[in-house]
């Protein structure tokens, strides 16, 4: 922080099914975009997050397209020529969380066709977009969120989640970490006990280790570039996103 801006890639999740909110949307194609560091961890990506109790916005792009982010986010974009005049958002309409969960949506790479909006409470509103990208193989925190919605039933109903947006997503292997393995997550979330998305400290050791190797040592285990190291492979996947529109360049 503080080291000048953060280049992030924006993902694109296409919405499946207009939830009520944003039925005003239904000739536009609506996305939900998620700022990661990590494109080429999409091909794990089982959902994307959420947070219940964040104001997030729905606005139009210069390409007629809708966006849904944090207003901060969009205000970032607006300087960054996402939108049609300089600056400016134009229309939009504010929505919260919870009326944005349990959507359907389309996502870049993964292997299933259909992911879910699910809730996860550690999300930052004054980072990103408020929206995350969910690689529960790859990152503890999703890995502590999704397991938090597949064991409490209650948590699930609270939010209106159902069976069929969990129950069928699992972690699956993407990278190999030297010394820790193919679900670094997994194996480092149950080597530290980690107990819920609310272990903060156990989950912050988790992820210093995990984002450190899985970043300078892992090597891909899927895809296109399947034995090249992670490293090399990032530029590439955001430019190849980049140019089939299916992610933007986002920084802040
Ligand atoms: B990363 P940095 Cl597999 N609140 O994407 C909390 N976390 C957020 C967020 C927000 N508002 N916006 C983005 N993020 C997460 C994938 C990933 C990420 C993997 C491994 C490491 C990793 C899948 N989740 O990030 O504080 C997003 O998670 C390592 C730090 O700006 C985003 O990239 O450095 C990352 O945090 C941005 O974190």
């Known amino acids: 922080e503080g080291v000048g801006p953060q280049e992030y ?4 999740m296409k919405v499946i099914k207009l939830p009520p909110k944003l039925a005003c949307f239904k000739n536009h194609n609506v996305f939900f975009v998620a700022a990661t560091l990590r494109p080429e961890t999409m091909y794990g990506q089982t959902n994307c997050w959420i947070h219940p109790n964040i104001d997030y916005i729905a606005f139009k792009t210069k390409n007629n397209e809708v966006f849904v982010c944090t207003q901060r986010a969009a205000n970032n ?3 960054q020529g996402f939108t049609e005049s300089d600056g400016v958002i134009g229309d939009f309409i504010n ?5 944005i969960l349990g959507v359907p949506l389309e996502s870049p790479i993964t292997i299933h066709k259909v992911i879910y909006s699910l809730p996860m409470f550690s999300i930052l509103k004054e980072k990103g977009t ?5 690689v529960p193989s790859d990152a503890p925190d999703d890995y502590a969120a999704l397991q938090d919605l597949k064991k409490k039933r209650p ?3 609270k939010y209106g989640i ?3 947006m969990v129950d069928p997503y699992e ?10 393995g193919n679900l670094c997550a997994v194996t480092m979330c149950e080597k530290l006990n980690v107990q819920s998305q609310n272990d903060k400290e ?3 050791e988790a992820k210093d280790l995990c984002y450190l190797k899985g970043f300078y040592d892992g090597v891909m285990l899927v895809g296109d570039y399947k034995g090249k190291k992670v490293q090399e492979v990032k530029q590439i996947l955001k430019e190849e996103l980049v140019k089939a529109s299916k992610a933007a360049v986002y920084y802040e």
């Not at 890639?9 to 694109?12: A, D, E, G, S």
């Open 171 to 180: 972690p699956c292997p993407i990278i190999d970490v030297p010394d820790i």
């Open 202 to 204: 156990k989950l912050k």
């Open 130 to 134: 408020g929206i995350v990208t969910s």
């Open 95 to 99: 929505i919260k969380g919870e009326d």
């Open 155 to 157: 948590l699930r109903e």
């Open 162 to 164: 159902t069976d069929e």
């Open 9 to 12: 890639t924006l993902i694109k």
């Open 77 to 79: 974009m607006a300087y």
